[in-house]
Structure formats: structure tokens, C-alpha cells
Nanobody, 126 residues
């Protein structure tokens, strides 16, 4: 069993900052890409930023220069530092991980999983 637990959401004024954290736990062998997605009311879930196991990052154009994604491989944790927040950043933020987990049900003893967190709400007031 593998799960992602997010923290750090909340209410902030325009121009403020928040830092989101997401910790993966369970029978994990290795984690490939970890990322953050967000979903605003009435809209689809979109990629905000992701980071590969070698540290390569990718950002949505709307957050470049304001958000920074990082990860601590020893802690199986990914972070999203969000600065200069705007009302348009208001959404539920979801953590995502592509990983390999130990498994007693496969011939190799491993299985690939894509796991989502439960989401954390970020509200930016104008």
C-alpha cells in the first residue's frame, strides 16, 4: 500500500506565499516523477510542475518564475514553493507520483503505480 499525504494549503492574500509538501509512504522501491497538479472549480485538473528523479523540472507557463518545485529523495517528499500568488492560483492542489512499489502479487516482486494525494486547498484572496 502506497499513499501520498499533502500539507501546506490555506488562505493567503494576493502577493503572498505558501509552501506545499507531499510525503510518499508505504512499500516503495523507487519514485520516478513527482508532481503537483491543480483543479479550479469547473475546470480540468492541470499540471503545475513536476520533477524527475534526476532533478529535471517542468512548469506550466502560468507559474514560471513564481513557483519552485523541489524534492528530497531520502524523505520521498516533494515540495512546491509558491510566491507572488494570484487569485487565479486558487484551486485544489494534488500531489502525484509515478513509482515502483514492492509487490507480493507479481513475478518480479515489483509493480508500477501512479498515486494521487487527497488534495489541499489553496485560496488566494484579492
Amino acid at each position: 500500500q502506497v499513499q501520498l499525504v499533502e500539507s501546506g494549503g490555506g488562505l493567503v492574500q494576493t502577493g503572498g506565499s505558501l509552501r506545499l509538501s507531499c510525503a510518499a509512504s508505504g512499500t516503495i522501491f523507487s519514485i520516478n516523477t513527482m508532481g503537483w497538479y491543480r483543479q479550479a472549480p469547473g475546470k480540468e485538473r492541470d499540471l503545475v510542475a513536476d520533477i524527475s528523479s534526476d532533478g529535471t523540472t517542468d512548469y506550466a507557463d502560468s507559474v514560471k518564475g513564481r513557483f519552485t518545485i523541489s524534492r528530497d529523495n531520502a524523505k520521498n517528499t516533494v515540495y512546491l514553493q509558491m510566491n507572488n500568488l494570484e487569485p487565479e492560483d486558487t484551486a485544489v492542489y494534488y500531489c502525484n507520483a509515478d513509482l515502483m512499489a514492492h509487490s507480493a502479487d507479481t513475478a518480479t516482486g515489483y509493480r508500477y503505480l501512479e498515486v494521487w494525494g487527497q488534495g489541499t486547498l489553496v485560496t488566494v484572496s484579492s
